[in-house]
């Protein structure tokens, strides 16, 4: 498992105990997060939606073992702990226990409940959401950027540089320089907006757009309103 994964309908489901990383899952409209010692869902009915909240689990355990939460929700549930059982399950404790902050599971697993605003919620599910540029802007902002990147209305997406603390790392893997994926480019930008900054250039057919965290992350793409790049 990779550590961003779509599962499409009908698709296969990768080891969710055994692979730490995100996976989000289309027939449940959830994503799942596994980490060294913890797991969280979140039920993405809402993602992307202004004004609306997405709730959000996160499971733990005192003895810092996966196993633990593992088994506890197992048998909790009655069951193989499957993306369908795992979202049913999650969905139940936020409608009868989302108050109860932390809430304890059988005094091995602690729940803790979070209202996640929608609108920072990416989902590769819900990018119809963000509708295509008509035009080039007059003045680029970040949700222009979000709805041109969810559109495939670039080309050459790409990272020129990012600058650590370490300049012998950053000079060993060439400062991260080249091509970059748009869907891991839209959840940082839709779930960590905070930095991130945008400009463009005067081209008015094919303008060169600027994407930078502060100063030391700088990407850059070029657009194109007929949608040649197509990642939803």
Known sequence: MSRNTIVSIGGAVPDMLNNIGTVFFEAQNMRYHRYAEALTVTLLDNALDAGKTCPHLHFKTDERDICVVWNTLSALIGGELTPQ????????????????????????????????????????????????????????TLAFVKRALANGQYANLRCNYVLTDDYAWDAAVNFRKGAIDALPMLERIIESPSGWWTSMDGNPAAPLVSLCCHSFDSNSFTLKLDSTAAVA
């Not at 059988?106 to 990416?122: A, G, L, N, T």
């Open 85 to 140: 059982a795992l979202t049913d399950y999650s969905r139940k404790l936020w409608d009868e226990h989302a108050a109860v902050v932390p809430l304890r599971l059988r005094d091995k697993v602690i729940v803790y409940f979070e209202p996640k605003q929608s609108i920072r919620v990416f989902s590769p599910f819900a990018l119809k959401k963000l509708k295509p540029l008509d035009k080039v802007p007059a003045k680029m």
